[in-house]
């Protein structure tokens, strides 16, 4: 997880899901459909690693029609096959496809996060569709000027402060 950003997508006391959405594969999403044999689409979005649990493809994307869970205003998860099917189908830019996802068990996230092991912010859809490769380095910063306002009391805080 060293330099991830990871969507938190359900948190209970059974336990947590996430999706890693920051980590592009050496795949398209049209190389792997071909690898297990589906109709090869012609598809050249990246495969993303959503991290090392595996488990069945997931999307996370804006069609409401093809969703199975909203996990932001507007942003939707899709993890069965039909939907995935007819996500890939579109044309939409907005979609990212995974391969494994993160996961914790009861209680396992909520250590980790009192412990200090996990830096949090809110989620957002420009980040979580992000392809910028520096993205994480984006939401340190992000996450460092949020703690600097609250607990400096500062209202407005420029997006250079070396420039004042």
């Known amino acids: 997880f060293v330099r991830t950003v990871v969507l938190v997508i359900e948190h209970t006391p059974e336990g947590a899901l996430g999706l890693v959405v920051n980590r592009p594969t050496n795949k398209t999403v049209g190389e ?10 012609d598809c050249k979005r990246p495969l ?32 069965k ?26 209680g396992q996230l909520d250590r980790e996060m009192t412990e200090g092991a996990w830096l949090t912010a ?6 979580v569709f992000s392809i910028d490769p520096e993205v994480w380095s984006h ?3 992000r996450i460092g000027r ?4 609250q607990t400096l009391g500062i209202r407005r805080f420029p997006p250079d402060p070396t420039v004042n």
């Open 32 to 41: 792997l459909l071909s690898e297990v044999g589906a109709a090869p689409p």
């Open 48 to 79: 993303f690693l959503g991290g090392p649990v595996p488990g069945p493809l997931m999307s996370i994307h804006r069609q409401r029609q093809w969703a199975e869970m909203e996990v932001l205003p507007g942003v939707y998860l899709s993890a």
């Open 81 to 106: 096959k039909a939907n995935i099917d007819e996500l890939i189908r579109s044309n939409d830019q907005t979609i990212k496809v995974f391969v494994g996802h993160s996961g914790w068990g009861p």
């Open 122 to 127: 809110s989620a957002d859809s420009d980040t």
């Open 139 to 141: 939401v340190c910063r």
């Open 146 to 149: 949020e703690f600097l306002t």
